[in-house]
Structure formats: C-alpha cells, structure tokens
C-alpha cells in the first residue's frame, strides 16, 4: 500500500494485506518529536516510511523497514539552523507479551504489539534517535571548520585540573 501510513495496524492484518507498507506520515503529528526540535519545522511536511512484515523460522513477526525525513535543526555552535537528514533503520520483533520478549536473545530489539501495533509510535521514536546529541554543522562548512574554543581547543587533550598543585610542591 503506497499513501499515508496508518496510525495503527494488526500484525495480521499487515500479512494479509502484502506484508508491506510504504508512505508518509506528517510529522507535525508526531508530539514528542516537536517537542524536542523545539519549535524548528522540519524542511518536509513529511517522514517517507517503508515496512515489511516477515514470519521468521521460530514463528516470530520480524518487521523491517526504513523512515527517512529531512528536519531542521538549530546549530550548537552558530545557532543558525541547519538541515539534518533522517534515514533510520527498522529491524525488531513483533511479540504478544512479555513472557515471550524474555525468551528473546538479549540483542535483539522487539515491540509488545499482541492486537496492534501503533506505527506513528515507531517511526518517531527512530526519528528521535536519529537525531545528535548535540547539533552542529559538519566538517567542511564554515560553522564546522571554526576552530574550536575551550579546554579542548588546540590539541584535544585537556591540562589536568591538579597541574597546579605541581608548581607548589617543592
């Protein structure tokens, strides 16, 4: 299916409509998002979304997929905002209870989604960890090439802050 992706969905009724979706979701509706980007709109209205729902040899739903997006962001450094593209991988398990997460191996990321699954839920939050702790512009801009300032700033290492207490010993 190819326009705006559901909010919900059953894992069944994914496999039965072709095991995949593909389409957008506004991001405007994506509260926490907002939240974090604190009041800057993101370049597209839009996060491009594709999903594929596969039944693994165990019996497991194994949902895959991948969210792309074009955010903007205010810089660090410059405070000037800049533009942070998104394209985040989806890979977890889709399972009914708790129970059932605990025999999973401990790598391996799942969803409790026994009768739906809410999708605007996921793709936000691989939106939100896709965004940088810190935004700044890259390397080779001019923000990026500044030279930096602060304990850090020539030689990456900082003086130790007891230096000094070496100058008073004698």
Request: charged letters at 25%; proline letters at 5%.
């Amino acid at each position: 299916m190819i326009g705006v992706i559901p909010e919900r969905i059953a894992p069944d009724q994914l496999l039965a409509a072709g095991a995949r979706l593909e389409g957008r979701v506004a991001l405007a509706q994506l509260g926490r998002l907002y939240e974090l980007l604190q009041g800057c709109q993101p370049v597209d209205k839009d996060a491009h979304v594709q999903l594929s729902l596969t039944i693994n040899a165990e019996g497991l739903y194994w949902l895959q997929g991948k969210v792309q997006a074009r955010l903007r962001l205010r810089c660090e450094r410059c405070q000037e905002m800049m533009e942070w593209p998104v394209d985040a991988s989806i890979s977890v398990y889709l399972v009914a209870n708790e129970a059932l997460a605990a025999e999973l191996a401990d790598d391996v990321d799942y969803i409790i989604a026994s009768d739906s699954l809410e999708l605007y839920g996921l793709v936000e939050d691989e939106i939100i960890l896709a965004l940088p702790l810190v935004a700044r512009h890259p390397q080779g801009t001019e923000c990026g090439d500044q030279p930096r300032k602060g304990p850090f700033a020539e030689s990456g290492e900082r003086d130790s802050p007891f230096a000094i207490l070496k100058t008073l010993k004698t």
